[in-house]
């Protein structure tokens, strides 16, 4: 299944759950759906805006476990991307309903009424701003989020800065990281006292191939044999454990 690009800022998440959450309070608020509009101004701006804080708060606890599977995984899918919008849905609509319930909303409707009268019909509605926000985050942000990037050591002054689509690979050297990059076109390498797997914390970009070494999969050229590939100028040994990640790559 393709790939898909995905934003891993919590910044850029916080303004996609704002986007969502005001939507849906100034909707219910000003176009007063269903029986919101037996209730005057006032009491709607008291009671709705409730819904969407609840909406906010659930997006914001499902970009984290977004966020670790990205990390664990290294890629992002459709699959992926419709699991976060059915869960996020799933859970909206109870914390919708325990709500409505409450002695401050004091709904008259069961369950399945709120669900099919209330929720669906807004919910479509609301899906598509998801939708839109999530692909907008997602496909016209990816650069702007991760276009330079900073790698450091443990000694203060070891810093790196650079783009990300000048950064090769990353290779452990003992207690240190050699760090391959392009500068002005020509090959370059950094020593810095890190490990392997910090860098890859730092940047989930980077794809494992080999214990030993992480790559940039834009920088990925061929296969070497059956055991290592080529990058820009660089020969990379891939591990059996790391080649079907390799393969699906390819």
């Known amino acids: 299944m393709q790939r898909l690009p995905l934003n891993t800022s919590y910044k850029h998440h916080t303004i996609v759950a704002l986007v969502i959450s005001i939507w849906l309070v100034l909707f219910l608020i000003i176009i007063g759906p269903f029986d919101i509009s037996d209730l005057n101004f006032t009491s709607r ?4 805006p409730v819904y969407g804080l609840l909406s906010f708060i659930v997006y914001m606890v499902l970009v984290p476990i977004q966020n670790l599977i990205y990390k664990r995984l290294h890629f992002w899918n459709l699959i992926f991307e419709s699991l976060f919008i059915i869960v996020f849905n799933f859970i909206q609509i109870f914390t919708s309903y ?12 069961d369950f399945q009424s709120f669900l099919l009268k209330i929720y669906l019909p807004v919910g479509i ?33 070891d810093i790196l800065k650079i ?6 690979c990353v290779s452990s050297a003992d ?48 296969w070497n044999g059956s055991e290592s590939i080529k990058l820009n100028c660089i020969d990379i040994p891939v591990s059996k454990k790391y080649k079907s990640v390799v393969m699906e790559l390819v």
């Open 45 to 48: 701006l008291e009671i709705l």
């Open 98 to 109: 325990f709500y409505y319930k409450s002695k401050l909303v004091n709904g008259e409707y």
């Open 125 to 157: 509605i609301l899906l598509t701003v998801i939708i839109f926000s999530r692909w907008f985050l997602n496909k016209k942000m990816r650069y702007t989020t991760k276009n330079s990037i900073t790698i450091k050591g443990e000694n203060k002054l």
């Open 163 to 168: 783009q990300l689509k000048d950064l090769i």
């Open 175 to 222: 207690n240190y990281v050699e760090i391959y990059y392009t500068e002005k076109g020509s090959l370059q390498k950094k020593l810095l006292r890190n490990t392997l797997k910090a860098v890859q914390n730092d940047i989930p970009e980077l794809l494992k191939v080999h214990r030993s070494h992480l790559i940039n999969p834009i920088h990925f050229k061929e």
